[in-house]
C-alpha cells in the first residue's frame, strides 16, 4: 500500500544549520495496517509525514501509495488520498464555517469534486448521522461555528472529514496529544473505530509509548531519521517498556530522552 523507499532529506544544506532528517529511510506498510510510531524529539517523526504528504520535495528516493508513484506528486494532488489529523486542533478545519459546511466541503471535494459544495437533504442526514455516532452532541450543533468548539470537538469533525471519503492513507499526527486524558481517549475510541470500519491504511505518531504498543498491528520507533525497531506480531505483544528502553540504549548507547513521552503509572 504505501513504500518509502530509501527517502532522504536534509535542511539547509551547506549551512550552520544544516539538519539531516530523514536518512535513507525504507519503510513498507501492507493494506489495513494500522502502525504507531514512536521516537524523541527531532527523530523525524513529523519530518516522514510531511514527505509523504509533499510538504516539500525529498532529496532523494521514491514514495509510492497503492502502486503509484506519488514521489513528484504536489501537495494538493496527495491531498485527495491522504487524509491527516495534527496535534493542534486549530488544523484541519476552517474555522469560520459551520460544521455542516466543513463536512460537506470534505465531502464534495471526494465525491464530486472541490466545486461541488452544495448538498442535497440525502446527503445532509448522512454527515448529521455520521457525527451523532459519535454521542459528542454535535449532530445538533451543525450550524455552529467549528471555531467555536472545544478542542476535542474538532479533532472530532476533522477525524470525520478526514475520513467521511475513506483515504488510501490516513496520517495521525500526535492528534490526541494537547487534549485531556478523558478527551484523548474519547477521540482514540472514535479513531479506532473509524479505522477499522473502513480499513484505513494508518500511521499514528504518538508521545505515549505504553498506547503505542497496544494500539494498531505494529510499532516502529525512528532516531536521527532513521528506523531503529520495527515490531510486530509476537515481538511487540511481549514488549515492555523497560525492554525497549533497553534496547533503544543498547543500540545507541545513550538514555532515550523521555521529556515528552508518556509512561506508565
Known amino acids: 500500500m504505501l513504500t518509502l523507499k530509501c527517502i532522504s532529506k536534509t535542511f539547509n544544506p551547506g549551512t550552520a544549520n544544516e539538519k539531516r532528517a530523514l536518512n535513507d529511510l525504507t519503510l513498507r506498510l501492507d493494506d489495513g495496517e494500522f502502525v504507531t510510531i514512536i521516537g524523541s524529539n527531532g527523530a523525524g517523526k513529523s519530518t516522514m509525514f510531511n514527505a509523504i504528504c509533499g510538504t516539500f520535495p525529498i532529496d532523494s528516493g521514491a514514495i509510492f501509495l497503492d502502486g503509484k508513484n506519488i514521489t513528484n506528486l504536489p501537495d494538493y494532488k496527495r491531498a485527495s488520498v491522504i487524509g491527516r489529523v495534527f496535534q493542534d486542533p486549530m488544523k ?27 448538498l442535497n437533504k440525502k446527503e445532509s442526514a448522512f454527515l448529521r448521522d455520521s457525527l451523532a455516532e459519535f454521542g459528542m452532541g454535535l449532530e445538533d450543533r451543525m450550524k455552529t461555528k467549528v471555531g467555536l468548539l472545544s478542542g476535542g470537538q474538532r479533532q472530532v469533525v476533522t477525524l470525520l472529514m478526514c475520513t467521511i471519503v475513506p483515504p488510501k492513507l490516513l496520517l495521525l499526527d500526535e492528534h490526541t496529544a494537547a487534549l485531556d486524558p478523558a478527551t484523548a481517549q474519547k477521540v482514540m475510541e472514535i479513531t479506532k473505530l473509524l479505522v477499522e470500519r473502513h480499513h484505513l491504511t494508518t500511521m499514528m505518531i504518538t508521545h505515549n509509548m505504553s498506547a503505542a504498543l497496544t494500539t494498531g498491528t505494529r510499532t516502529i520507533m525512528m532516531d536521527d531519521g532513521e528506523i531503529l525497531f520495527d515490531m510486530s506480531g509476537e515481538q511487540r505483544a511481549n514488549m515492555t517498556l523497560d525492554s525497549l528502553l533497553g534496547m533503544y540504549s543498547a543500540k545507541k548507547n545513550q538514555a532515550f530522552d523521555t521529556d515528552r513521552m508518556l509512561m506508565p503509572d
Open 92 to 118: 484541519g478545519t476552517a474555522p469560520n464555517m459551520t460544521i455542516e459546511e466543513n463536512l460537506a466541503l470534505a465531502y464534495a471535494k471526494g465525491t464530486r469534486g472541490p466545486l461541488a459544495f452544495a
